[in-house]
């Protein structure tokens, strides 16, 4: 700066070394003689669309400017972007005085990672990060069995999307992070799936990826109390639908619901007869949403706070009023699991196996005794004198076998193929009743899309040859003295699905049977995992359930999914004989199915809703202004 006849004259850089004025005019700023320069931050005067008054720092904003994250209730603005404005590039909307852009070289950027201190911004660790912290609810799961950890697993994954910078990286945040989840949850398919266990994982995980906008969204910036209650019912029905979405059976089954962790927990078992896993999975993902509030949010503590003792008040609440099963008498069941048979002739070895533990049963006065899924394989069953051997043991045990066919045969609608069936077997041979196993396990009894996907039967353990499905459910009658007991089997994860032991029940079943192998999974956590599925179902419909296996873990629930009796576990080759409580009664979740799955739509029809809303009263941005004058000067030449 320098006086020249009598003139204040400021240089292009005195002021500002980027030649700027703090509007973006790149000329010198002048007036009279003695005369204080002119323009919005000389004269304290607002730009029409730059910097507030009084000459603050470049790029800052008047509050309340915050438009785009705005609270889709009502509320405060979740992201901090300016309407109409690019806040990576801290534009704002409008032009500046001098006809520039307002001179914020990215401050409305930086001044939200400065409000998020400590958050992992670099690409590679924030990936890490995110596939850790997807990861982390398997260990809510058996055989780690943290089931408390589950209502706390999901906190950081929620608090690292919340700190995404912009909607994309919300989106992928929410990928990584199903990614993890993925591949923890299902990592014992790796002896079979090889490296298309990452493949699977990156498909699945896109599930994630709208879920994490919807994270994002509503607990992005600083939450209001509207915003808080509405992230703490929308985030759980978002990740809810995930589990609806992928427990269709082609995407591999509902497999790691996040409520399924709560299976020896009573109070969630108790939950679970009111709206089954689903009711039990939002329950969860509710009080890691409150959690994760009352961590990052200061302003919605108090709401967060209340929020989570309204879930342990509902929890009680539905402790002491819903409906329990009434008891109707009691059934012995045994089940056999003659542990690991392998090596050549292992089928007929099982086979005698199986009738060796079952013969020492005999005088203990049971009702029915169940053999494991694909107990009588290939090779056996053809022959005529199998069918007499097992007619033979019902004889000497005095009650019916039900074992598991897996092997070629004809359906009662004249298909032949590869069936796995549940067959029961009297004392004068097979009565008939069948059930063919309707859900089949992808590549493991059949390759989805032979035609293009046939290879993977070279580089894992994908099925040979596809199995046939069965084309309805079945309920047996077992002879009980003056009443049949009524049995609804399943095979293998057909447990997993909800809906399938509700129909059985539905159709008059007393008992759930369900046969199943996990050997090739033996040493991991598929066989405890399993095993828990019957707690659920129990619980869900009040009726007593059976799980039986080859090499274990074999168990049994009663109706409220306590467990009754001792379970076998891997290392058993035994028998084992289960006095199961019978019911009566009928549960919420058995009369109304699946409704927590269609209360988690109707709240996200309402955001969707209540953001369209928004969006039509918002105002049109009108056409720019006129170009701004200084005081002696015109837009074409400012300053003179």
Same mark, same amino acid.
């Given at each position: 700066?320098?006086?020249?006849?009598?003139?204040l004259?400021v240089?292009?850089?005195?002021?500002n070394?980027?030649?700027s004025?703090?509007?973006?005019?790149? &000329?010198?700023?002048?007036?009279?003689?003695?005369?204080a320069?002119?323009?919005?931050?000389?004269?304290?005067?607002?730009?029409?669309?730059?910097?507030?008054?009084? &000459?603050?720092?470049?790029g800052?904003?008047?509050?309340?400017?915050?438009?785009?994250?705005?609270d889709?209730?009502?509320?405060?603005?979740?992201? &901090?972007?300016?309407?109409?404005?690019?806040?990576?590039?801290?534009?704002?909307?409008g032009?500046?005085?001098?006809?520039?852009?307002?001179?914020?070289?990215?401050?409305?950027?930086?001044? #939200?990672d400065?409000?998020?201190?400590?958050?992992l911004v670099s690409?590679?660790?924030?990936?890490a990060?995110?596939?850790?912290a997807?990861?982390?609810?398997?260990?809510?799961?058996?055989?780690?069995?943290?089931?408390w950890?589950?209502y706390?697993?999901?906190v950081?994954?929620? %608090?690292l999307?919340?700190?995404?910078?912009?909607?994309?990286?919300?989106?992928?945040?929410?990928?990584?992070?199903?990614?993890?989840?993925?591949?923890a949850?299902?990592?014992?398919?790796?002896p079979s799936?090889?490296?298309?266990?990452?493949?699977?994982a990156?498909?699945?995980?896109?599930?994630?990826?709208?879920?994490?906008?919807?994270?994002?969204?509503?607990?992005?910036?600083?939450?209001?109390?509207?915003?808080?209650v509405?992230?703490v019912?929308v985030?759980?029905?978002?990740?809810?639908?995930?589990?609806?979405?992928?427990?269709?059976e082609?995407?591999?089954?509902?497999?790691?619901?996040?409520?399924?962790?709560?299976?020896?927990?009573?109070?969630?078992?108790?939950v679970?007869?009111?709206?089954?896993?689903?009711?039990?999975?939002l329950?969860? %993902?509710?009080?890691n949403?409150?959690?994760?509030?009352l961590?990052?949010?200061?302003?919605?503590?108090?709401?967060?706070?209340?929020?989570?003792?309204?879930?342990?008040?509902?929890?009680?609440?539905?402790?002491?009023?819903?409906?329990?099963p009434?008891y109707?008498?009691?059934?012995?069941?045994?089940?056999?699991?003659?542990?690991?048979?392998?090596?050549?002739?292992?089928?007929? #070895? #099982?086979?005698?196996?199986?009738?060796?533990?079952?013969?020492? %049963?005999?005088?203990?006065g049971?009702?029915?005794?169940v053999?494991?899924?694909?107990?009588?394989?290939a090779?056996?069953?053809?022959?005529?004198?199998?069918?007499?051997?097992?007619?033979?043991?019902?004889?000497?045990?005095?009650?019916?076998?039900?074992?598991?066919?897996?092997?070629?045969?004809?359906d009662?609608?004249?298909?032949s193929?590869?069936?796995?069936?549940?067959?029961?077997?009297?004392?004068?041979?097979?009565?008939?009743?069948?059930?063919?196993?309707?859900?089949?396990v992808?590549?493991?009894?059949?390759?989805?899309?032979r035609?293009?996907?046939?290879?993977?039967?070279?580089?894992?353990?994908?099925?040979?040859?596809?199995?046939?499905?069965?084309?309805?459910?079945?309920?047996?009658?077992?002879?009980?003295?003056?009443?049949?007991?009524?049995?609804?089997?399943?095979?293998?994860?057909?447990?997993?699905?909800?809906d399938?032991? #509700?129909?059985l029940?539905?159709?008059?079943a007393?008992?759930?049977?369900?046969?199943?192998?996990?050997?090739?999974?033996?040493?991991?956590?598929?066989?405890a995992?399993?095993?828990?599925?019957?707690a659920?179902?129990?619980?869900?419909?009040?009726?007593?359930?059976?799980?039986?296996?080859?090499t274990?873990i074999?168990?049994?629930?009663?109706?409220?999914?306590?467990?009754?009796?001792?379970?076998?576990?891997?290392?058993?080759?035994?028998?084992?004989?289960?006095?199961l409580?019978l019911?009566?009664g009928?549960?919420?979740?058995?009369?109304?199915?699946?409704?927590?799955?269609?209360?988690?739509?109707a709240?996200?029809?309402?955001?969707?809703?209540?953001?369209?809303?928004?969006?039509?009263?918002?105002?049109?941005p009108?056409?720019?202004?006129?170009?701004?004058?200084?005081?002696?000067?015109?837009?074409?030449?400012?300053g003179?």
């Amino acid at each position: 700066m320098r006086i020249r006849g009598g003139r204040l004259r400021v240089g292009r850089n005195a002021a500002n070394p980027s030649g700027s004025n703090g509007s973006g005019g790149g &000329g010198p700023v002048g007036g009279p003689s003695g005369g204080a320069p002119t323009g919005s931050h000389a004269t304290g005067r607002p730009t029409p669309g730059g910097g507030p008054p009084g &000459g603050g720092p470049p790029g800052d904003r008047p509050p309340g400017n915050d438009t785009t994250g705005s609270d889709p209730t009502g509320g405060d603005a979740a992201g &901090g972007d300016t309407a109409g404005g690019d806040t990576a590039g801290g534009r704002t909307s409008g032009p500046a005085s001098g006809g520039g852009s307002s001179a914020s070289g990215g401050s409305s950027a930086s001044g #939200r990672d400065s409000a998020g201190a400590g958050r992992l911004v670099s690409p590679w660790p924030r990936a890490a990060a995110l596939l850790l912290a997807g990861a982390l609810p398997a260990l809510a799961f058996p055989a780690p069995g943290l089931w408390w950890f589950a209502y706390l697993a999901l906190v950081p994954w929620l %608090l690292l999307i919340r700190t995404a910078r912009s909607p994309r990286r919300a989106v992928l945040d929410g990928w990584i992070g199903g990614i993890g989840f993925v591949i923890a949850v299902h990592h014992w398919l790796v002896p079979s799936l090889h490296v298309f266990i990452v493949l699977l994982a990156a498909l699945l995980g896109l599930l994630w990826a709208p879920w994490g906008l919807l994270v994002s969204r509503l607990l992005g910036g600083s939450p209001s109390a509207r915003r808080a209650v509405a992230a703490v019912v929308v985030v759980p029905s978002g990740w809810l639908l995930i589990e609806l979405v992928r427990s269709w059976e082609g995407l591999g089954g509902p497999w790691g619901l996040l409520g399924a962790s709560q299976w020896e927990v009573s109070p969630a078992l108790r939950v679970a007869s009111v709206g089954g896993v689903w009711l039990v999975s939002l329950l969860v %993902l509710a009080v890691n949403t409150g959690v994760a509030l009352l961590i990052a949010a200061p302003p919605a503590r108090r709401t967060a706070g209340v929020l989570l003792l309204l879930c342990a008040l509902s929890v009680t609440a539905i402790w002491a009023w819903a409906p329990r099963p009434g008891y109707a008498g009691t059934v012995r069941i045994a089940v056999v699991q003659p542990g690991i048979v392998a090596g050549p002739g292992s089928v007929a #070895r #099982r086979l005698d196996r199986g009738e060796e533990l079952t013969r020492a %049963l005999a005088g203990r006065g049971v009702d029915l005794v169940v053999w494991g899924e694909s107990s009588i394989g290939a090779g056996v069953w053809e022959r005529p004198e199998t069918g007499r051997r097992l007619a033979a043991l019902s004889r000497r045990v005095g009650a019916d076998l039900l074992v598991n066919v897996d092997a070629r045969q004809t359906d009662g609608s004249g298909r032949s193929g590869i069936f796995k069936s549940a067959v029961l077997v009297g004392p004068d041979g097979p009565t008939g009743d069948r059930y063919d196993k309707m859900r089949l396990v992808p590549f493991g009894e059949y390759v989805p899309a032979r035609s293009l996907l046939g290879w993977a039967t070279s580089v894992g353990k994908a099925a040979g040859e596809d199995r046939l499905r069965g084309d309805r459910q079945v309920v047996m009658t077992v002879p009980d003295g003056a009443r049949g007991l009524r049995i609804g089997p399943l095979v293998c994860f057909e447990t997993a699905f909800p809906d399938m032991s #509700r129909r059985l029940v539905r159709d008059g079943a007393q008992v759930l049977v369900a046969q199943s192998a996990t050997s090739t999974f033996q040493g991991s956590w598929a066989p405890a995992q399993h095993a828990s599925l019957g707690a659920l179902r129990a619980a869900e419909n009040g009726r007593p359930t059976v799980h039986a296996t080859l090499t274990g873990i074999s168990a049994a629930y009663g109706p409220r999914g306590d467990r009754v009796g001792r379970p076998l576990g891997t290392d058993a080759s035994a028998a084992e004989v289960f006095d199961l409580p019978l019911a009566r009664g009928e549960t919420l979740y058995g009369r109304f199915g699946d409704w927590p799955v269609y209360g988690a739509f109707a709240a996200l029809a309402a955001l969707c809703a209540v953001e369209g809303l928004r969006a039509l009263r918002r105002p049109v941005p009108g056409p720019p202004g006129p170009p701004a004058r200084t005081a002696h000067g015109s837009p074409g030449r400012p300053g003179r």
